[in-house]
Structure formats: structure tokens, C-alpha cells
Nanobody
Framework: QVQLVESGGRLVQAGGSLRLSCAASGRTFSTYTMAWFRQAPGKEREFVATISRSGDSTGYADPVKGRFTISRENAKNTVYLQMNSLKPEDTAVYYC????????????????WGQGTQVTVSS
């Protein structure tokens, strides 16, 4: 099991950028596939991006392709989500998640979650 703490969420204007961070506890961070999900009010939690254990493979949801970039620093036990060209529809609570196996995009595939960080994009 790994503990995850997200940070970096705030209010930003449309067209702006943010970088979210997710710090993980423990010494086995490099054995976890990591992902970001988001949940807007009244909507289900949805996949945003994922990155493999080594960082050499990534995947993105269609609405964020070309605008968001996921990365990780295993030496710092941290995964990031760089968000550019933000839109009001990106407003949501963003969650970091971890799993012991390969890349996956469903919420049910991930067993460890952070508490979330709020991102609000104003028009």
C-alpha cells in the first residue's frame, strides 16, 4: 500500500497553466504504475493520464491530449501533471492513483488514492 498526497490545485484563468504534484510514501514508488483522474461536480470520476513504472510509457484521455503531460521522478517519489491551455471544463477535483500492475485507465483498476486537489478554471 502507498499513501498519496496531491498538491498544486488552485483557481486559474482559462488558457492558463498549472502543475499538479503527487507525493508518495514508501520506498517502492518505482514499482507502481501511476495515474491522474478527475471528478467534476455531479459527474463520475474519469481517467486523465497514466504513466508506467519507468516513465517510458504514457496514456491520455482524449479531452486532454496535447494539453496535459504526465511525468514522474522516482528518486523523489513524485508524479506530476502539467496542464496547459486550461479550459473551464477542466474544473474538477484531481486525484492521484497507484497500482502494482501495468497501465490501466479504469478507476476500478487502482487501489490506492490520494485525497484530491481542487482545480478551478474561470472563463
Amino acid at each position: 500500500q502507498v499513501q498519496l498526497v496531491e498538491s498544486g490545485g488552485r483557481l486559474v484563468q482559462a488558457g492558463g497553466s498549472l502543475r499538479l504534484s503527487c507525493a508518495a510514501s514508501g520506498r517502492t514508488f518505482s514499482t507502481y504504475t501511476m495515474a491522474w483522474f478527475r471528478q467534476a461536480p455531479g459527474k463520475e470520476r474519469e481517467f486523465v493520464a497514466t504513466i508506467s513504472r519507468s516513465g517510458d510509457s504514457t496514456g491520455y484521455a482524449d479531452p486532454v491530449k496535447g494539453r496535459f503531460t504526465i511525468s514522474r521522478e522516482n528518486a523523489k517519489n513524485t508524479v506530476y501533471l502539467q496542464m496547459n491551455s486550461l479550459k473551464p471544463e477542466d474544473t474538477a477535483v484531481y486525484y492521484c492513483a497507484a497500482r502494482m500492475f501495468g497501465i490501466a485507465t479504469s478507476t476500478s483498476a487502482y487501489g490506492d488514492w490520494g485525497q484530491g486537489t481542487q482545480v478551478t478554471v474561470s472563463s
